[in-house]
């Protein structure tokens, strides 16, 4: 049996990501939005479907290149060098074992990589939260989403890497986990942010399941 690799974006046969998807995804950065959050890419077009086949596909082999894409917009603005450590925020333990991985961190550890700093499990999930994925902007920021940090970040510079970003709302709560352990500086990225339409309804991603959450400002937050 014969296994042929196909492209994240097109399903082209040859390499992870084929060379015209490369340039696709080499577009401007997403506009700012509410949330603040760091992002390389608009949530569209090519690179919507390389990210949707990270999450929902497994071709994890396309990490390494979306991590590759947030560590030059980190170098962009700058804010690589105001942080000592890198961290994920992480997917519910059933969402890794179904995939057999968590996205977010492998482009963490890829970002931490390239941007020469050290990658570290600094949060953990503290308790159930719902799939957002084709709710609504209102039904995200409504939704609890608990999370636990370690105490070794203290005084730590701390950036938080995702995949996606929609309203903020779980990057928010990452933050706020950091903050409250004491954390000096904590700043948000993601490979790429959700638009908003006028509606205020995020679309289920293709091939996403029913039931399943990156702006040129950074966010920066110290302990009081």
């Given at each position: 049996?014969?296994?042929?690799?196909?492209?994240?974006?097109?399903?082209?046969?040859?390499?992870?990501?084929?060379?015209?998807?490369?340039?696709?995804?080499?577009?401007?950065?997403?506009?700012?939005?509410?949330?603040?959050?760091?992002?390389?890419?608009?949530?569209?077009?090519?690179?919507?479907?390389?990210?949707v086949s990270l999450k929902y596909r497994n071709r994890r082999?396309?990490?390494?290149?979306?991590?590759?894409?947030?560590?030059?917009?980190?170098?962009?603005?700058?804010?690589?060098?105001?942080?000592?450590?890198?961290?994920?925020?992480?997917?519910?333990?059933?969402?890794?074992?179904?995939?057999?991985?968590?996205?977010?961190?492998?482009?963490?550890?890829?970002?931490?990589?390239?941007?020469?700093?050290?990658?570290?499990?600094?949060?953990?999930?503290?308790?159930?939260?719902?799939?957002?994925?084709?709710?609504?902007?209102?039904?995200?920021?409504?939704?609890?989403?608990?999370?636990?940090?370690?105490?070794?970040?203290?005084?730590?510079?701390?950036?938080?890497?995702?995949?996606?970003?929609?309203?903020?709302?779980?990057?928010?709560?990452?933050?706020?986990?950091?903050?409250?352990?004491?954390?000096?500086?904590?700043?948000?990225?993601?490979?790429?942010?959700?638009?908003?339409?006028?509606?205020?309804?995020?679309?289920?991603?293709?091939?996403?399941?029913?039931?399943?959450?990156?702006?040129?400002?950074?966010?920066?937050?110290?302990?009081?």
């Amino acid at each position: 049996m014969i296994f042929q690799t196909l492209c994240a974006g097109c399903d082209k046969p040859g390499s992870p990501i084929c060379t015209t998807c490369r340039f696709a995804l080499a577009g401007r950065a997403p506009r700012s939005q509410q949330h603040g959050v760091i992002a390389a890419v608009p949530f569209a077009g090519r690179a919507r479907d390389v990210v949707v086949s990270l999450k929902y596909r497994n071709r994890r082999q396309v990490a390494r290149h979306l991590g590759g894409l947030l560590a030059n917009r980190l170098v962009e603005v700058g804010e690589h060098e105001q942080v000592d450590v890198v961290t994920w925020a992480p997917t519910s333990t059933r969402r890794a074992r179904q995939r057999g991985f968590d996205q977010a961190e492998v482009i963490a550890r890829t970002v931490a990589q390239q941007l020469g700093l050290p990658c570290r499990r600094l949060v953990e999930r503290s308790g159930p939260s719902s799939p957002q994925t084709g709710s609504t902007r209102g039904q995200r920021l409504s939704v609890p989403i608990g999370f636990r940090a370690r105490p070794a970040v203290r005084d730590q510079r701390v950036l938080v890497v995702d995949d996606v970003v929609t309203t903020g709302a779980t990057l928010a709560a990452v933050r706020r986990s950091l903050v409250d352990q004491g954390a000096e500086y904590v700043s948000l990225a993601a490979v790429a942010s959700t638009p908003i339409s006028t509606s205020g309804r995020v679309r289920r991603p293709i091939g996403a399941p029913r039931q399943v959450g990156v702006g040129r400002a950074p966010v920066v937050v110290r302990a009081a």
